[in-house]
């Protein structure tokens, strides 16, 4: 273990910074191994402190000054730097240096593929100079960025370009200016030999501003979706939400080597070439509307994020959840809003609730830090973003609308709090949120328990509902939350009723307060079905006891298809959890005919969109279904989903063989109605693979694929099914793409999730590969990454290599990259789901890591949480 353990920071100690910095001007000389970095910084005493204490971390100190004076009153610390005896008002010069090349994890000023690029969020800016490195010291930046002209002709910083030039007849350099006053998180600066995709946006208001894609020589085939994207974004903001882009320059640089997907450094986004680079050649539709939702979701943290940032980090889903929440809501109005609602709902019901039962359970807002880097999580995104869209349900779009206003014109231009966010939306809308609030301080996941009841006599249907949080390891009292809970009621017809309570008609959505509550309809003739926790109205497990005939009927008769879809998801889960206990029981897997009928209703219905098809027929993951035991049975759950996907696809085979061959298209484009046809002709093919008898299906979608999306489904399906042709397919695809890491990654994620018995040896082989590297890591999340989250099977055996494997990958990481490898070992800290056995092999792993002398707090903080808990 480090020798003195990483110290932890708590919400509740929030103090205003000792000094602000008002303008920051910067220059940086360029050089691999010694950059020299100059920070001239107009500082101001806030408190009564004379000592200002500056973050820094690994950067070498050259020279302090004060007012021009050298300053010899400071002490250098392990973490920053200490000037005593300070005016109240001066300018401080520092100057140091830093080496890029070595700086393998990514953070602060660093190499890719020899442009240079910078990560600053959360804390990546003590790592390019000593600075107040806090989301609530904001400062307008001038930036100088010096270079050799010909290895670097772009150089880049936030703002607008004022000034060019030459140094001397090898190096040049170009000076920019921001003119909003921002944190230094959301500083950015590159510098490289890009080729550069151009476009023009005019805002609503009349601004020109030049759009600017940088990409890697040679891709600029694969821009153009960035840029359609990045132009719908602008247009969509301004019509949704009235806000318009402030700076005449959007640039967005792709670069190979990035820890998560993107960053939204003002005027000057960084990004992952995963979510810039397509064509139809390289990408699948997956990957097309991921592009679209990342670009999109940096876009529009320009207001969300950057014009009103957070004033600390505990508060990290003012900005996060909100912007996804805004991000979700540009997809589903530009897409399938029912398709996007079932994708965001997976992610919630399957690894969010997974986190929230976690030993890194926290609350939306945390109140309890080691490395803030930790907590870009799921629950504080996608969590966050719900809490977002419950407030959205309760206030309705129009007095929702009128609260973002009221934050905007409250908290222009500084630090806010997610304190208010909530306040501008209760203050416009005059609705109460008092009690809402615990859900930024509330962790784990409520269950909400319903009970109905018709009483014939009185004509009344009665729901009562009780909600109960278990307590979680960061958390042991829970309180009753506010949940909004959307119901609608179905006559035995399909028809709506109207809602009505106490004499009068009331709208769908139930403010469910109480620990227990009972809603009381009146006038309904005869007993109705419910169809409950619609839209996913609220973050919580729903527990009713359904029949099968009551869920077959919401599958059909449901207004909405995402109640449709929810009903199917039910019905599945009764047979996934009863063909579980069978299948411990030794008994065989079955599935009744009704469940058959009612999912060849759906692939029949020629009303319905086919990506919903694809949707309804998509069955829950293993980590969805792991989720729903306190001790998740491995072979048993893998066994009965494949075993449900075998008996679905030999019953429906002539319906699924028909839609397939229905659906060809001629044609590529990326469009949503060419988009779902393909997602549900691929989908028919995962099922048709599952006999023996398609596999030619398999290799001659391979064969004549005039996309990937069609190719890798073919892949995807002989991998999940193993048929013979895998190992072709797989060596073809390899040696079109080993030259290009981004299009080889999904071959690797294959791998990684290869379910057959070799696959771990076989991921050790593809390390050597010549398109992997365990320094990049987009390479090590789909080979490694897809072998310890998406191959239950290989990665929990019994003997335990798969855990050993994770382990030694971890402790290289550790030293490399800690951020990438504290994503890694979530499955890891999740062994309390797992047998004695298999627990015991993680925590040797989880002990081993702990003993390290070099262990970096990213994670420290995690292994010490799992193993205390
Ligand atoms: N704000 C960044 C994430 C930064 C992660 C730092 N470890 C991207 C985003 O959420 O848009
Ligand atoms: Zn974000």
């Known amino acids: ?274 979510f810039v680079l397509a064509n139809e050649k390289t990408a699948t539709d997956t990957d097309y509307l991921g592009i679209e939702a990342v670009i999109g979701h940096e876009y529009f943290h320009n207001w969300t994020g950057n014009r009103v940032t957070c004033r600390d980090w505990f508060q990290l889903s003012l900005k996060e959840g909100l912007t996804v929440f805004r991000d979700q809501e540009f997809s589903s109005d530009l897409g399938s809003r029912a398709v996007n609602r079932i994708n965001n709902v997976r992610i919630i019901r399957g690894p969010q609730f997974a986190e929230d039962a976690s030993p890194m359970s926290h609350p939306i807002r945390p109140e ?11 629950t504080v995104y996608e969590k966050g973003s719900e809490v977002i869209r419950m407030m959205h349900t309760l206030l309705g779009e129009g007095k929702f609308q009128a609260g973002m206003k009221l934050y905007f014109d409250r908290h222009d231009g500084t630090a806010a709090t997610c304190e208010d966010f909530v306040c501008a939306m209760e203050d416009a809308s005059g609705i109460d949120l008092t009690q809402f609030r615990r859900w930024y301080s509330q ?83 005869t007993e109705p079905t419910p169809s409950m926790l619609r839209e996913f109205s609220a973050p919580v497990k729903l527990e009713f006891d359904y029949s099968d005939e009551q869920l077959a009927f919401l599958m059909i008769h449901a207004r909405n298809e995402f109640a449709k879809w929810d009903a199917g998801q039910m019905l599945l889960a009764k047979y996934v959890k009863s063909n579980v206990e069978a299948v411990l029981n030794q008994q065989a897997i079955t599935l009744p005919e009704l469940v058959i009928d009612a999912f060849r209703g759906v692939i029949l219905n020629d009303q319905l969109d086919p990506a919903f098809i694809a949707e309804v027929l998509s069955l829950p993951s293993f980590n969805e279904v792991a989720g729903w035991y306190d001790i998740v049975s491995v072979d048993a759950v893998c066994d009965v989903l494949k075993g449900v996907k075998h008996i679905i696809a030999t019953e429906l085979k002539d319906e699924l063989s028909a839609t397939y061959h229905s659906l060809g298209q001629q044609d590529y484009s990326v469009n949503h109605s060419a988009i779902a046809k393909r997602a549900l002709r691929n989908l028919c093919l995962q099922y048709l693979a599952t006999m023996e008898e398609y596999a030619s ?98 990665f929990h055996d019994k003997s335990g290599s798969g855990y050993q494997f994770a382990g030694e990958i971890l402790r290289s990481l550790n030293e490399s990259n800690p951020q990438v490898a504290s994503r890694l070992i979530d499955p890891l800290l999740k062994f309390k789901k797992y047998d004695a056995k298999r627990q015991a092999l993680i925590i040797v792993e989880l002990e081993k890591l702990k003993a390290m002398d070099n262990l970096a707090n990213d994670l420290y903080e995690k292994v010490t949480k799992a193993l205390d808990a």
């Open 697 to 794: 299906l398999v290799s001659n979608q391979f064969d004549v694929a005039n996309n990937m999306t069609d190719t890798i489904a073919a892949m995807v399906a002989a991998n999940s099914s193993s048929l013979p042709i895998r190992q072709n397919l797989m060596d073809r695809y390899s040696d079109d793409w080993s030259h290009d890491g981004l299009v080889m990654d999904k071959w690797f994620a294959l791998q990684g999730s290869n379910p057959s018995d070799n696959a771990l040896e076989n991921v050790k082989a593809c390390m050597s590969h010549t398109a992997f590297s365990l320094s990049n890591p987009n390479r090590v999340r789909s080979l490694i990454g897809s072998f310890l989250n998406m191959n239950p099977r290989r």
């Open 368 to 378: 309890k830090v080691i490395e803030m880097n930790n907590f870009y999580t799921l």
């Open 1 to 274: 273990m480090t020798e003195s353990a990483p110290k932890a920071k708590y919400r509740s100690d929030y103090q205003s910074p000792s000094h602000f910095i008002s303008d920051v001007n910067l220059t940086f000389d360029l050089h691999e191994r010694d950059t020299h970095v100059t920070a001239i910084s107009t500082v101001k005493q806030n408190t009564d402190s004379t000592t200002l204490l500056l973050d820094g971390e690994g950067i070498e100190l050259v020279a302090v000054h004060i007012d021009g004076q050298v300053w010899s009153d400071y002490k250098q610390l392990k973490s920053g730097l200490e000037l005593s005896n300070l005016p109240a008002e001066f300018e401080l010069k520092i100057e140091n240096k830093i080496s890029p090349i070595t700086n393998s994890a990514l953070e602060g000023l660093y190499l890719s593929d020899g442009a240079y690029c910078t990560q600053c969020e959360a804390e990546g800016f003590r790592r390019i100079t000593y600075f107040l490195d806090r989301p609530d010291v904001l400062a307008t930046y001038t930036t100088k960025v010096i270079a050799d002209k010909v290895a670097f002709p772009h150089l880049l910083s936030n703002g607008n370009k004022v000034e060019e030039g030459e140094v001397d007849t090898q190096r040049h350099y170009v000076i920019w200016q921001d003119p909003h006053p921002k944190p230094c998180y959301l500083f950015a600066l590159v510098a490289g030999d890009f080729d550069v995709l151009r476009d023009q946006y005019t805002t609503r208001s009349g601004r020109k501003v030049a759009l600017e894609i940088f990409v890697d020589k040679g891709n600029l085939d694969r821009a153009n979706h960035a840029m359609v994207s990045l132009i719908n974004s602008m247009k969509w903001d301004e019509e949704r939400f009235g806000l318009e882009y402030d700076l005449d320059i959007y640039m967005i640089v792709a670069v190979d080597f990035f820890n998560m997907g993107a960053m939204e450094n003002k005027g000057l986004n960084v990004f992952n070439s995963k």
């Open 443 to 525: 962790s784990g996941t409520p269950t909400v328990s319903v009970k109905a009841n018709y009483d014939e006599n009185t004509k009344t249907y009665a729901l009562t509902l009780t909600q109960r949080t278990k307590p979680t390891q960061d958390q042991q009292e829970k309180q009753a939350l506010h949940i909004p809970f959307d119901v609608e009621l179905y006559d035995s017809e399909g028809n709506v009723l109207e809602l009505q309570c106490n004499g009068g008609a009331v709208g769908n959505v139930l403010s469910f307060t109480q620990q227990e509550q009972t809603f009381v309809f009146e006038n309904v003739d």
